[in-house]
């Protein structure tokens, strides 16, 4: 009962700061407030014993890309420009696409049903026979690591693929008023990022 | 009623806040606050799948052999890591992602001195009519 009620005052919390930034117009408390929705989820993922996806959310998700949007926030305008958008398109898009989702979600099993058909399959079959076979306690790791270590092995070659594109972006072909101390820097930070 | 509402509330609110991120991601002109958008319907899919490995007085699975008591590791509910596994992957590729887009508008700010897109569609235009009367 009590993670519930956690659960449920931590995601109110996160609607909250959600809304707060579709009002901001002001860039730099966006991306502020984006890191802070980003440290609430990691406490969410405690709760919901994802430990390990606690603590890579709270390094990689609050604290790197938020590092990243400020650094590129030092080339950028500090606010947002007003305007007067039609916001009823996006808003109808919005609202149909949600209550379709809604009508779905309905039909999901309860939140936290053991016999609900997610925990049927392969999970299981880790959870009984991994630390046997491998000795390694943590079953994350050892399904990250061994069980679909040709996942991962992808996973790094889209991170450097990425790496690899911001690198050409931002080093290649140069604009006229382009700094050429925004490149190099920004391409640090990424060397870092694949690492 | 209010049973299904609290069994189902985190699908519900995590459909909640993945709409408001696609809406800042479509009615926003700037380009940093879609980046941000986009970063908030990315976290609240991540929530997803989380919340879908949780089972109910589960604990993270991590296997506790204590053997001596004659507990073994069947007798420990765990939740399920599958989901773990796949989210830290996409946490990971999530924030590569986003500093590709972020070397992308670095490189429209360089070129178009705007990261408003009303701006740059309008800038766009008068480059295209100039190139068709010369």
């Known amino acids: 009962m009590s993670t519930l009620f956690i659960n449920i005052s931590l995601v109110s919390f ?32 405690v709760n919901l014993d994802a430990v390990d996806v606690a603590f890579t959310e709270a390094a990689v998700g609050a604290g790197f890309s938020t590092v990243l949007f400020l650094a590129a926030m030092a080339w950028l305008p500090a606010e947002e420009k007003r ?3 039609l916001l009823i398109l996006p808003l109808i898009i919005c609202l149909v ?40 306690p943590n079953v994350v790791t050892t399904v990250l690591a061994s069980y679909r270590g040709f996942d991962t092995l992808g996973e790094t070659i889209v991170i450097f693929t990425a790496g690899l594109g911001v ?11 382009h700094n050429p101390t925004t490149s190099n820097d920004t391409a640090r930070d990424e060397d870092v990022n694949e690492k | 009623m209010t049973d299904f509402l609290l069994s189902h509330w985190n699908y519900f609110i995590v459909v909640l806040l993945m709409m408001i991120g696609l809406f800042i991601v479509i009615s926003s002109m700037n380009l940093v606050k879609k980046l941000i ?59 590569a992602t986003t500093a590709l887009g972020l070397a992308l508008v670095l490189r429209i700010k360089a070129s178009f001195n705007s990261i ?19």
Do not use: C
Not at chain 1, 17 to 26: E, G, K, P
Not at chain 2, 50 to 63: E, H, M, Q, R, V
């Open chain 2, 116 to 134: 408003e897109e009303d701006d740059i569609l309008q800038a766009k235009r008068e480059l295209r009519k100039r190139s068709k009367s010369s």
């Open chain 2, 37 to 95: 958008g986009l970063s908030l319907f990315q976290t609240s899919v991540f929530l997803f799948y989380i919340s879908l490995g949780k089972i109910n007085d589960g604990t993270a699975p991590i296997i506790m052999k204590s053997g001596h008591d004659g507990h073994s590791s069947h007798d420990i509910l765990y939740s399920n890591p599958l989901p773990h596994v796949l989210i830290l992957t996409a946490i990971v590729v999530g924030v």
């Open chain 1, 14 to 45: 996160m609607v909250v700061i959600a809304l707060m930034i579709t009002f901001s117009h002001r860039l730099f408390a966006i991306i502020i407030m984006s890191g802070a929705y980003s440290l609430i989820s990691a406490a969410m993922f």
């Open chain 1, 97 to 136: 696409t949600g209550s379709l989702l809604m009508w779905a979600v309905a039909y999901l099993p309860a939140f936290g049903d053991p016999t609900s058909i997610v925990h049927q399959h392969v999970a299981p079959r880790y959870l009984a026979e991994s630390y046997d076979k491998l000795h390694i």
């Open chain 1, 167 to 177: 690198l050409l972006i931002l080093m290649g072909k140069t604009g006229r008023t």
């Open chain 1, 83 to 85: 305007h007067k958008a």
